[in-house]
Nanobody, 127 residues
C-alpha cells in the first residue's frame, strides 16, 4: 500500500494549511497513521501520530509543533488530516504520511514500524 499526502503549498508565516492523507483500497481507520517531515539537509522528523480508531484513539504531537498542529481522522472519507496553524519558516519541508504495519495500534510508535511512504507534499513557509 502507498499513502498519498496532499495539500501542501506556499504560505506566509503565521498562515495555515491542512494536509490530507489518503490511500486507495486501504482502510486507514484500522491503522495508526503518522505524519513526518523532512527539510533540506535534515533527517526525517516524526511530528504527529494518530492511533487506530479501534484503539484508544490517542494522538501524539512532537514538541516542535505542539500547540500549532493537530491530527484528525474522517473515517467516512478514509482520510487523515494534519491541520497546521501559525506556520513558521522552519516548518518548510516535504511532509509525508505513513501507516503502522500493525492493525489496531496506538501511538506513539517508532518510525521504523511505519510503511507505505508516498511522495510527500511540499510545504513552503515564506513571505
Amino acid at each position: 500500500v502507498q499513502l498519498q499526502a496532499s495539500g501542501g503549498g506556499l504560505v506566509q508565516p503565521g498562515g495555515s494549511l491542512r494536509l490530507s492523507c489518503a490511500a486507495s483500497g486501504f482502510t486507514l481507520r484500522y491503522y495508526a497513521i503518522g505524519w513526518f517531515r523532512q527539510a533540506p539537509g535534515k533527517e526525517r522528523e516524526a511530528i504527529s501520530c494518530i492511533s487506530s480508531s479501534d484503539s484508544d484513539g490517542s494522538t501524539f504531537i512532537s514538541d516542535s509543533v505542539k500547540g500549532r498542529f493537530t491530527a484528525s481522522r474522517d473515517n467516512a472519507k478514509n482520510t487523515v488530516y494534519l491541520q497546521m496553524n501559525s506556520l513558521k519558516p522552519e516548518d518548510t519541508a516535504v511532509y509525508y504520511c505513513a501507516t503502522d504495519r500493525r492493525v489496531g495500534s496506538s501511538c506513539p510508535i517508532p518510525q521504523w514500524s511505519f510503511s507505505g511512504w508516498g511522495q510527500g507534499t511540499l510545504v513552503t513557509v515564506s513571505s
